[in-house]
T-cell receptor
Framework: NAGVTQTPKFQVLKTGQSMTLQCAQD?????MSWYRQDPGMGLRLIHY???????DQGEVPNGYNVSRSTTEDFPLRLLSAAPSQTSVYFC????????????FGDGTRLSIL | KQEVTQIPAALSVPEGENLVLNCSFT??????LQWFRQDPGKGLTSLLL?????REQTSGRLNASLDKSSGRSTLYIAASQPGDSATYLC??????????FGKGTTLSVSS
């Protein structure tokens, strides 16, 4: 019963590098989202998807890309990493019903040097 | 724009005490409110979800209440234990899809 799985757990990048944070869920959830968590800022929504082939921007989308080719996977791409993107990234999913609870992965801790 | 506030930001109590964590929100047009627990270096674990039509939800020693009209929710923890030490986050869901989070209350329970 894996739930929401994020890889990698830790990553260090140099400014300007690109990378993809992976997220997979095995609960057949339609809705998936990415948040970043920063001290003093709380959790902020980056991008979300309401189903395969459908994505939209959240509160802080700049510098990030997403795609949703399958129900299970929702990768987050950093196009050209910047120190301001140092953060903890969480992927979440939930079912399509109005009162379905949100499930979170364990996070990816990303440092940009 | 919906804003979610949690006060206090930090709380320290001795073991065995009953305690209340507070969450307030500015727009009462919500679908539901969810309480989460986050341990250091870990992800978020869902504790309770209260639908907008409900007044409270209970799970073990936890009881969450919702007063939508006043924009308030409380999380009551009975007989606190050191294992309850964590950060507690509340989040509201409105029309659309995203959760809007408060910044959390960090609880420390000493033995």
């Amino acid at each position: 019963n894996a739930g929401v799985t994020q890889t990698p757990k830790f990553q260090v990048l140099k400014t300007g590098q690109s990378m993809t944070l992976q997220c997979a869920q095995d609960m057949n959830h339609e809705y998936m989202s990415w948040y970043r968590q920063d001290p003093g800022m709380g959790l902020r929504l980056i991008h979300y998807s309401v189903g395969a082939g459908i994505t939209d921007q959240g509160e802080v989308p700049n510098g990030y890309n997403v795609s949703r080719s399958t129900t299970e996977d929702f990768p987050l791409r950093l196009l050209s990493a910047a120190p301001s993107q140092t953060s903890v990234y969480f992927c979440a999913s939930r079912g399509s019903g109005r009162d379905q609870p949100q499930h979170f992965g364990d996070g990816t801790r990303l440092s940009i040097l | 724009k919906q804003e979610v506030t949690q006060i206090p930001a930090a709380l320290s109590v001795p073991e065995g005490e009953n305690l209340v964590l507070n969450c307030s929100f500015t727009d009462s047009a919500i679908y539901n409110l969810q309480w989460f627990r986050q341990d250091p270096g870990k992800g978020l674990t869902s504790l309770l979800l209260i639908q907008s039509s409900q007044r409270e939800q209970t799970s073990g020693r936890l009881n969450a209440s919702l007063d939508k009209s006043s924009g308030r929710s409380t999380l009551y923890i009975a007989a606190s234990q050191p294992g309850d030490s964590a950060t507690y986050l509340c989040a509201v869901r409105q029309a659309g899809t995203a959760l809007i989070f408060g910044k959390g209350t960090t609880l420390s329970v000493s033995s």
